[in-house]
């Protein structure tokens, strides 16, 4: 369970505050993978960021019952300076799973060879994507949020990413951000729709597609 109770957040833009979600009150159910639907600027990322805990509110809180991954996708999740490996170490450390396990999950996942042992300033944004994607498969979550990151790398490695959340989902529940909507048929089951401040839950996903769909035109 995910509970929004008044959740505003805004961001000084050209001197002006602009409103990225307004006094949202909601709860979204468990048993749930959603798909998070909104036009470019909608506020997607800056709301998973706040689920996740990496982005403070203006005012209002959320209210969980489970463990919540990292925005999967999400540049900031890693600190640049350190080695992907070294930075895997720190999270295992941090949610207390095997060092050892997790580090050989992430380096057989991500395929970035000896950049694995690299500082991540070095990246390239697909390499970052697949080192937290990996980082993020490798934990137990009840919850994974997800930004895309299934869109990254070859045909084969799409392929190998949808298979490793496919197998997670089939225990945990999951909030996912994607243009691609066959990606969202094949993944979600419900779907939110993000505008103007307001999130709109669809227990039929169609109905949420349909009026993103609208809103995009």
Sequence with gaps: MIR?????????????????????????????????????????STLLQMIAGTLDPDSGRIVSDGTISWPVGFGGSFHRELTGAQNIRFI?????????????????????????HEPVHSYSSGMRARLTFGASMGIHFDTYLV??????????????????????????????VSHEMSQVRQFCDAGLVLENGQLTYFEDLEQA?????????
């Design 147 to 176: 930004d895309e990151v299934t869109a990254v790398g070859d045909a084969r490695f799409k392929r190998k990413s949808r298979a490793v959340f496919r197998e997670r989902m089939k225990t945990s529940d999951a909030i996912l």
């Design 92 to 116: 295992a450390r941090i949610y207390g799973v095997d060092t050892d396990g997790l580090l050989e999950f992430v380096e057989d996942f991500a395929e970035i060879g000896r950049h694995f």
């Design 4 to 44: 929004f109770e008044h959740l505003t957040k805004s961001f000084r833009m050209h001197g002006e505050r602009k409103l990225v979600i307004d006094d949202l009150t909601l709860e979204l159910p468990k048993g749930k993978s959603l798909a998070l639907l909104g036009r470019n600027g909608a506020g997607k």
């Design 209 to 217: 597609i349909e009026l993103h769909q609208e809103l995009m035109a």
